[in-house]
């Protein structure tokens, strides 16, 4: 069984900054593509970033580029989405996701991710 869970989220105010963290168990996680998305109270769940499986190739909606980072570490089973300049319309919670179908890859639909997080709240203030 593959279990993901995130850390790091918090309130913050406008302009600051936060580093999620997703740790892996269960599986072979350098087999996996990884993603973070987040969702808003009252949105649908809206795709982040990805970063494929050897961490050279990362994906970023247009919002937030520039702005966050997302990197991963093999070694210890954990993806990382450092996000800075942070701004009100960030706040969401932000689920971590992994996957390992071929249409994962630059994937930003939820549907092709096998395996979630629970969840971690980011609130900025304004």
């Known amino acids: 069984q593959v279990t993901l869970v995130e850390s790091g989220g918090g309130l913050v105010q406008s302009g600051g900054s936060l580093r999620l963290s997703c740790a892996v168990s269960g599986g072979t996680f350098s087999n996996y593509a990884m993603g973070w998305f987040r969702q808003a109270p009252g949105k649908e769940r809206e795709f982040v970033s990805a970063i494929n499986w050897g961490g050279g190739v990362t994906y970023y909606v247009d919002s937030v580029k520039g702005r966050f980072t997302i990197s991963r570490d093999n070694a210890k089973n954990t993806v990382y989405l450092e996000m800075n300049s942070l701004k009100p319309e960030d706040t969401a919670v932000y689920y971590c996701?992994?996957?390992?179908?071929?249409?994962?890859?630059?994937?930003?639909?939820?549907?092709?991710?096998?395996?979630w997080g629970q969840g971690t709240q980011v609130t900025v203030s304004s």
């Open positions: 996701a992994g996957g390992r179908r071929p249409s994962v890859m630059g994937s930003r639909s939820p549907d092709d991710y096998d395996y």
